[in-house]
């Protein structure tokens, strides 16, 4: 065993590794003795939260997880389901908060890079990226750097792999100013039949190392993302990765080259706690050993340690287990593409991972009781401060000026000056781009096959009700699919939150996954892939600690069979403007009572399960034969938020009735009730006919055409009126 | 007509270019690596694609142009082959100095992916000749460096000899080249495109590959393609 230890291990090492007494204590039992250097970093990354979900484990164990077409669940690298055809949807998506706070543009690019990696590495080529963005108060100073960099970074990053950003959601709250959160989603599609799993088989097969070179940056970044922010947060700079997507991009095709021959057996990428994770989990997966031998990983770096290559986060690497006879066939593919290819070491019956380096063995650590004796923690939980009820309201501006404050505000405002600087288009497949439609609608090249493609959460719901937001988040990336015309498969969750030895913050994220749990069993739509944050919170001087607003964001994923049949924003003229689904007016919660009254008061819109499927069945067959020419869902700003977007999205105008409702204008126009679409049908008589039938609640709102939008009121508002209000936000906080 | 798209490490709208000439040639383009020094024999069309060739670490382009492929496609092109570049591709072509003048970073210095409009500024050229003199069309752009610049004396030559290609314009023709509306990355004389004196070297930042198929929202870029495969079938 190596006696070089630059500091002696003990408790206090431990600690500042990030383990407790008791998880050190662990390490001792397991070792029967005080482990190296090495080994300490091993166990503390594995065991970190970021690795071992120790907190939220047992609670993500309850989410639904199986359906008739989910081929792989949470387990692997990506969740996969059945598209058609003999071909599978492989998808997931991922945080990469704490290194975009540190260093924006950097944190997001190597988010999008790990993401990618984690659904090529099965098989798949990627062919759409999403994302979903929070950011703090627009008012706050850092919050322009910080959106500048996220977004050039998802960018920078995205564009040069040549993988169409097709989708995404961003928000603004100053429960994020010191702690911004950067969720990115990557869709892939593979055949059936040719999908790569991690587990790594057979005894004495060579384990291949392959991208770019191993250097020192992201030392201990999974223990980074474990913990709490403190005002040293920029201090920790050098723990954030630097992406190369021009690598990866060469990686993605050398990999699926690769993959096209029989030579692999398993195969995964370097993310979190990099040859680390990958080495242990692709053998404890397997139950063989693993022995490496650092000397033969390349190194960008001269002098680095076994614990430095070990627990470096560079980027753009894989690991990977090939057939003994094939390492010269992969070598070629790798030379070919000029990425470093190096066998560093091979598959053993011995159940340790072993580390060798000049010489020496630096670990040697049984890797069973790594898996299996990772902490659990049923930590303490607490009843969130419930949100206070709302004031009785006075309205004090009335219908048109409050759309107009709706449309330019900052959850509101078009997004086009953001994803007008990712390319949607590279792929020649994208069917409906950013703004178009619900769900971003993307083609399987050289099929029929369509896929919409979502994310969606609504924090400030999950805040007052983190079990309503949890299954609101689900049912709205339902909803949003559904509003397509496609079926809704499966999610992919990036549970976002603070830090869970907060007991109302664990107790938020409890709610949160009964919610989400709930809505998944009610709509079929399970959870084949997820990632979990916490310790999202930040510390201010005065020692106090803020946490983000629970975010359990949803990647949703759907399957038309035949794409042409997708529906989007844009109405033609001469429709009748339909409302689906019961409107109670409930503005609890609302953009409307935030922008209009400046209050976050009341409980969220209710949400009934059975009513949104009931809906959603409803629209999507009457997408599917034709009889809805254009769709939205009603979200965030209620129905004349959902109106006007159509307005902006196409060329027709929409003139509005006014509705015989009994209730208060604002309640009916900009109240968030759930499971409601607007659609555009050229016969709104016999389409109420048949939502009678279906007992879905229908009524007319207008009809499209003209110039503008009409309101009831008999006022219209330009459509270049409109677009300039809806456009003003990104460029008047970026462009200064 | 047979085509050969060159792929360069770091390229990623060769796909899209396939697509988009397959639709209307019938027959798939060969793939022709950066590594290789010959094209393949009896190739009527040469295109290099979009993408991030070599990452675009150095210039845009500028690594490209000395690939071992290129010594070939110098030769095609001195013996009137004809080549069409688009994006990375027409930065490829200008570090090559097959075509005058570079491309530098968007004046907004942002990437911008969104749909211009193009207008045709002669159709009598195997690019152009399904448009008509003075048509406008819609395309995708996608790129960070797109700003076209070249010296006033090459500018005059361009426009004295009628080399520009098409032009950033409005929906009814207009140009601005002042208005950020209208030249989004603020290229001189708002060029988008520009040819060879031979005309048979044409290089343009828009995609028109990526706008074929209605179902993508549409055939705007379709006649490029359809033009390109009737001049050079014969």
């Not at chain 1, 939220?56 to 077409?69: D, E, H, I, M, V």
């Not at chain 1, 040069?160 to 869709?187: K, Q, R, S």
């Not at chain 1, 400030?460 to 699919?481: D, M, P």
């Not at chain 2, 000395?66 to 570049?85: D, N, S, V, W, Y």
Request: aromatic share 6%; charged share 20%.
């Amino acid at each position: 065993m190596s006696a070089k230890s630059p500091r002696p291990v003990d408790a206090a090492l431990a600690r500042e590794f990030g383990l407790t007494a008791e998880e050190y204590g662990n390490v001792l039992s397991i070792m029967g003795r005080t482990p190296t250097f090495t080994e300490l970093g091993i166990f503390s990354v594995m065991w970190s939260e970021h690795c071992s979900y120790k907190s939220s484990r047992a609670f993500l164990k309850t989410l639904p997880t199986t359906a008739p077409w989910v081929i792989h669940g949470p387990g692997e690298n990506a969740g996969v389901v059945d598209i058609g055809h003999g071909l599978a949807a492989i998808f997931k998506m991922e945080s990469h908060n704490h290194p975009s706070f540190i260093e924006p543009y950097q944190g997001a690019a190597t988010g999008v890079g790990g993401i990618l990696r984690d659904v090529f590495t099965m098989g798949a080529r990627p062919i759409a990226n999403l994302n979903a963005l929070r950011f703090g108060a627009p008012g706050n100073p850092q919050t322009r750097r910080i959106v500048d960099g996220v977004v050039r970074g998802v960018g920078g990053y995205g564009n040069c792999v040549g993988v169409p950003t097709v989708g995404g959601e961003i928000n603004f709250h100053p429960a994020y100013d010191g702690n911004p959160l950067v969720n990115a989603m990557t869709v892939g599609v593979a055949r059936q039949d040719r999908i790569f799993l991690s587990a790594a088989a057979g005894v004495g097969n060579p384990v291949i190392y392959v991208g770019s070179k191993t250097g020192r940056d992201g030392i201990h970044g999974a223990t980074m993302s474990s913990s709490e922010f403190d005002e040293d947060a920029l201090a920790k700079r050098p723990t954030v990765q630097v992406g190369d997507p021009f690598v990866e991009k060469l990686l993605i095709e050398a990999c699926l080259e690769l993959m096209a021959t029989d030579a692999i057996v398993a195969i995964q990428d370097m993310g979190a706690a990099g040859l680390t994770s990958s080495s242990v989990e692709m053998a404890g997966k397997g139950g063989v050993g693993i022995d490496l031998d650092l000397d033969n990983v390349p190194q960008r770096e001269r002098g680095m340690t076994a614990y430095e290559m070990m627990l470096s986060e560079s980027q753009e690497r894989m690991l990977i287990v090939l057939r003994p006879d094939r390492t010269e066939q992969a070598r070629a593919i790798f030379d070919k593409w000029e990425l470093d290819f190096a066998v560093i070491g091979h598959l053993t019956d011995t159940g340790n991972i072993v580390i060798r380096h000049k010489g020496e063995v630096e670990a040697d650590i049984p890797l069973a009781p790594l898996a299996d004796q990772a902490p659990v923690y049923h930590r303490p939980t607490a009843p969130a401060l419930r949100p206070q009820p709302m004031e009785p309201i006075i309205d004090p501006v009335g219908v048109e000026q409050a759309l107009i404050r709706l449309i330019g505000c900052p959850d509101l405002a078009s997004r086009a000056w953001v994803y007008n600087q990712y390319d949607s288009t590279v792929g020649g497949q994208t069917v409906r781009r950013p703004g178009a439609a619900d769900a971003a609608i993307v083609k399987v090249e050289d099929t029929e096959i369509g896929l919409a493609l979502t994310t969606d959460c609504t924090p400030r719901y999950c805040r007052a009700n983190a079990k309503l937001g949890g299954a609101q988040a689900v049912a709205e990336a339902w909803r949003n699919i559904t509003a397509t015309g496609a079926r809704p498969l499966a999610v992919t969750d990036n549970l976002n939150f603070g830090s869970p030895e907060k007991p109302e913050v664990m107790g938020q994220f409890v709610d949160a996954i009964a919610g989400m749990g709930e809505a998944c069993r009610a709509l079929d739509f399970p959870v084949v892939s997820g990632n979990v944050s916490l310790y999202n919170e930040t510390r201010a001087p005065d020692g106090t600690s803020q946490s983000i607003l629970p975010t359990p964001a949803i990647g949703g994923l759907g399957v038309l069979e035949d794409v042409r049949t997708a529906v989007g924003l844009e109405m033609p003229d001469g429709c009748d403007v339909m409302l689906l689904g019961e409107t109670k007016g409930q503005l609890g919660q609302s953009i409307w009572l935030r922008e209009i009254l400046g209050a976050q008061d009341g409980e969220p819109p209710e949400l009934d399960l059975a009513a949104e499927r009931r809906n959603g069945d409803f629209v999507r067959g009457l997408i599917q034969n034709g009889t809805i020419i254009a769709c939205h869902d009603v979200a965030d700003g209620g129905v004349l938020v959902a109106v006007t977007e159509m307005v902006m999205a196409g060329q027709a105008g929409c003139v509005l009735d006014a509705p015989q409702s009994g209730m208060r204008p604002e309640a009916f126009w900009f109240g968030e009730d759930q499971s409601r679409y607007v659609i555009a049908v050229r016969d709104g008589q016999a389409l109420a006919t048949l939502a009678a039938q279906a007992g879905v609640p229908c009524r007319r709102l207008g009809r499209s055409g003209g110039q503008g939008l009409t309101l009831p009121s008999g006022s219209t508002i330009s459509k270049a009126r409109l677009l300039a209000v809806h456009s003003e936000f990104f460029p008047r906080l970026m462009d200064r | 007509m047979k085509a050969a798209i060159v792929v360069f490490p770091g390229t990623n709208r060769e796909r899209d270019m396939a697509i988009a000439l397959r639709g209307v040639a019938g027959q798939a383009p060969t793939m022709v690596w950066h590594r290789e020094t010959a094209l393949p024999a009896g190739t009527d069309l040469v295109v290099l694609p979009g993408g991030f060739s070599y990452g675009d670490y150095l210039r845009c382009g500028a690594m490209a142009a000395h690939a071992p492929i290129m010594a070939a496609i110098r030769e095609f092109a001195q013996k009137g082959g004809h080549i069409l570049g688009v994006c990375n591709g027409f930065q490829i072509l200008t570090e090559a100095q097959l075509l005058p003048g570079a491309l530098l970073r968007n004046a907004a210095l942002r990437f911008l992916s969104q749909d211009c409009f193009l207008r045709v500024e002669r159709n009598d050229t195997p690019f152009t000749r399904h448009w008509a003199k003075g048509d406008v069309f819609r395309t995708p752009m996608a790129h960070g460096d797109g700003n076209y610049i070249a010296s006033a004396d090459t500018i005059r030559m361009l426009e004295d000899t009628n080399r520009v290609a098409f032009r950033y314009v409005a929906e009814d023709g207009r140009v601005d080249a002042g208005d950020p509306q209208l030249n989004p990355n603020g290229s001189m004389n708002a060029i988008a495109g520009v040819f060879s004196e031979n005309l048979r070297i044409c290089g343009m930042m828009p995609h028109p590959e990526d706008l074929v198929d209605p179902l993508m929202g549409g055939e705007d870029g379709k006649p490029l393609f359809t033009g390109l495969v009737e001049a050079l079938v014969g």
